[in-house]
Every structure is written in structure tokens, then in C-alpha cells.
Nanobody, 119 residues
Framework: QLQLVESGGGLVQPGGSLNLSCEASGFGFEYYAVGWFRQAPGKEREGVVCISGSDGYAHYADSVKGRFSISRDNAKKEVYLEMNGLKAEDTGVYYC????????????WGQGTQVTVSS
């Protein structure tokens, strides 16, 4: 079982950058895929990016390709989401999640961190 805790959210102006972190505790983190999802007010949750545990392959949503970058440090049990060129539509609660594989319904979830992009 994994516990996930996100950090790094906040308020940023359009065009700005934020770095999110997801810290895991529990056994076997290096074998889990880790995904970032987000949910905007009044909208359904959507996948942003997922990184596999086996080979570190990352799959990005089209809306964030070229602007967001995910990385992981298995020794520290942490995953990072670097967000650049932020837009108003990137606003939402960002959730870290983990599962043996990348999929919509991941097994473990963090509590979320708010990202607000506004001038």
C-alpha cells in the first residue's frame, strides 16, 4: 500500500511556472506507475501525465505536451511535475496517483494540491 502527498501548488500568473512534488511512503514505489490528474471546477477529472515504473516512459495529455515535464526519483520515492507556460485552463486541483500501470482508475491517490493560474 502507498500513501501519496502532493505539494507545490499555488497561484501563478499566465505564462508562469510551478513545480509540483508527490512524496510516497510504502513498499515497492519503484514498481508503480505514477500519474498526475487534475480537476477543474465543474469539470471531470482528467489525466495530465503518467510515468511508468519499469522504464520511466511518460505519456502526456495533448493539452500539456511541450509545457509539462514529469520525472521521478525512486530512491527518494518522489515524483515531480514541472509546469511551464501555464494557462488559465490549467487551473484545478492536481492529484498524484499510483498503480501498477497507467490507467484512468489508479489505485492510490493523494489529497490534491490547488493550482490557480490567474492574473
Amino acid at each position: 500500500q502507498l500513501q501519496l502527498v502532493e505539494s507545490g501548488g499555488g497561484l501563478v500568473q499566465p505564462g508562469g511556472s510551478l513545480n509540483l512534488s508527490c512524496e510516497a511512503s510504502g513498499f515497492g514505489f519503484e514498481y508503480y506507475a505514477v500519474g498526475w490528474f487534475r480537476q477543474a471546477p465543474g469539470k471531470e477529472r482528467e489525466g495530465v501525465v503518467c510515468i511508468s515504473g519499469s522504464d520511466g516512459y511518460a505519456h502526456y495529455a495533448d493539452s500539456v505536451k511541450g509545457r509539462f515535464s514529469i520525472s521521478r526519483d525512486n530512491a527518494k520515492k518522489e515524483v515531480y511535475l514541472e509546469m511551464n507556460g501555464l494557462k488559465a485552463e490549467d487551473t484545478g486541483v492536481y492529484y498524484c496517483s499510483a498503480d501498477p500501470e497507467c490507467k484512468v482508475e489508479m489505485r492510490y491517490w493523494g489529497q490534491g494540491t490547488q493550482v490557480t493560474v490567474s492574473s
